[in-house]
């Protein structure tokens, strides 16, 4: 129903499907929920089709809507991110009071999130920046938020955002992250996760079809069997549904009828450039990222048709060990996956000052996101046993995980590689492991080439400080500065 004399606890601009489910959320969670869009239509056809899910608020301006919360006013923005939050972030500050909170809920670059906290702090009014997952259901029905700024703003906003969030063993989906951008940035290195999650469920479906000739119903039946153990997650249920959903204009398996061209929004590019700017490798989540672009690279595809293969190797003829190698395979890339989005969190955290505790990450991500999964309370007990582990790959229960699957990791690597399939995430996550176990690497080399031409010196194993050496002339090593 709708009210116009109530004084509403929460307010939400912005109603397409994820901004008029996050407003459904509230108001059947009993919180009186203020209504505004630029186009007051998109307003009416929410309260038509879902007015009985509680008690709204309709206001056709600004004014008229920030009039109708309490104080201090409490307004979430579900507009598209870029130039149009910046419009409705400075309407919006004209009309409130200092005390006033905005949030930011799109899918914010984490550096906008950081610029408009400062201005909006410098005039009195709190900005939160939310990285809320889930999608159109998860707003609906629960998701997992991720709220950064001050953390004054959070006692006022905190409880209503843990009253709609996911629930799992009595434990909301939503915590303070910290400061400024951080919520917004975890939202970023989840969604990073996710590209990487999902294109290392991809490369096991590719080698299902191409190594072993299984049709999509055979293959979603593994992914079904496979999501009642460790791999159990949101993305492997929903695998086995896609796989098994059939056309119906041509009763073909509806995978086959899509064109193999996946989009992105952007916020992998986001994560793969932070990482880059921080110096972490997050080389599993880039090649997630890349194999989209390659995807989508439909006319040079097209014209490599034919491109000479090589000398391709016969396909395995033992169809339950080699499934069972790309299962072992696609949890150890799933665990180096997750370990380098939580270096990612790390470095960002240290960047910025954020003091972020990653077994909390962890704890707000089981439920309610895309990337959802059993093995999340596997990484909160990590982190809880061990707040300064080095890397999530060290902690014992993921060691020896990948201790058992390592044989297999490599098997499907190589078997991948000896038929020409494409495996981009699986072979960086392996190398990646392979790099981080080694007791010396190559860089050696390339350090010293870097003194050859550019006198950029380097450090000795045996003695401290930095060296130089005068190549061209006599060999001789000369300690730099």
């Known amino acids: 129903m709708t009210s116009s004399a109530a004084r509403a606890q ?16 509230f108001a059947k969670h009993g919180y009186t929920v203020a209504l505004h869009n630029r186009s007051v239509a998109k ?51 004209g009309a409130m009071e200092t005390g006033d909170i905005i949030i930011d809920g799109g899918n914010a670059l984490y550096t906008d999130t950081i610029r408009r906290e400062a201005a909006l702090r410098a005039r009195g009014l709190n900005f939160v920046g939310a990285g809320i997952s889930g999608g159109e259901e998860g707003a609906l029905n629960g998701p997992s938020i991720m709220p950064g700024g001050p953390a004054e703003s959070y006692e006022s906003l905190g409880p209503l955002l843990e009253s709609i969030a996911a629930q799992v063993d009595g434990t909301p989906c939503c915590t303070h992250i910290g400061p400024d951008g951080s919520g917004h940035f975890v939202k970023m290195v989840h969604n990073g996760i996710e590209y990487a999650d999902m294109q290392l469920i991809g490369e096991a479906y590719h080698l299902f079809r191409a190594a072993l000739d299984l049709d999509p119903k055979q293959i979603a039946d593994i992914f079904t069997q496979w999501n009642s153990g460790e791999l159990e997650s949101y993305l492997v249920e929903i695998t086995a549904e896609v796989l098994n959903q059939v056309d119906a204009l041509t009763g073909k398996p509806l995978v086959d009828v899509i064109v193999d061209a996946a989009e992105q929004k952007g916020t992998g590019r986001w994560t793969v450039k932070s990482a880059l700017d921080l110096g972490v490798p997050v080389t599993g989540i880039a090649e997630a990222v890349f ?28 169809i339950a060990q080699f499934t069972e190698d790309i299962r072992q395979a696609l ?52 982190y809880e046993t061990d707040p300064t582990l080095p890397s999530l790959i060290l902690a014992p229960y993921f060691r020896d995980a990948i201790e058992t699957a390592i044989d297999s990791w490599r098997r499907v690597v190589s078997t991948a590689t000896l038929l020409g399939i494409p495996v981009p995430a699986f072979g960086s996550s392996l190398s990646y492991y392979d790099a981080l176990r080694a007791e010396r690497l190559p860089a050696a080399l390339t350090q010293a080439q870097r003194d050859f031409f550019g006198a950029h010196t380097y450090e000795r194993v045996d003695a401290e400080g930095k060296f130089h050496t005068l190549w061209s002339e006599d060999r001789s090593e000369v300690p730099a500065g």
């Open 43 to 93: 307003t009416d056809a929410l309260l038509a089709a879902h007015g009985d899910d509680g008690d709204f608020v309709r206001t056709e301006t600004i004014a008229e809507f920030v009039a109708a919360l309490e104080k201090p006013r409490r307004v979430l923005i579900m507009v598209k991110a870029g130039d149009a939050t910046d419009a409705v972030i400075e309407e919006l500050a």
């Open 10 to 25: 929460i307010g939400v601009t912005g109603l397409a499907v994820m901004g008029s489910n996050i407003a459904r959320n």
């Open 291 to 318: 194999a989209r672009a390659l995807s989508g690279s439909r006319g040079q595809r097209a014209a490599a048709v034919g491109l000479a293969a090589g000398e391709l190797a016969a396909k395995p003829t033992d």
């Open 331 to 382: 949890y150890a890339s799933k665990v180096v996956a997750y370990a380098q989005g939580f270096d990612q969190i790390a470095a960002g955290s240290a960047e910025y000052g954020w003091d972020l505790t990653p077994g909390d990450l962890a704890t707000i991500w089981r439920g309610g996101c895309i990337i959802r999964a059993r093995f999340l309370n596997r990484i909160k007990e990590a």
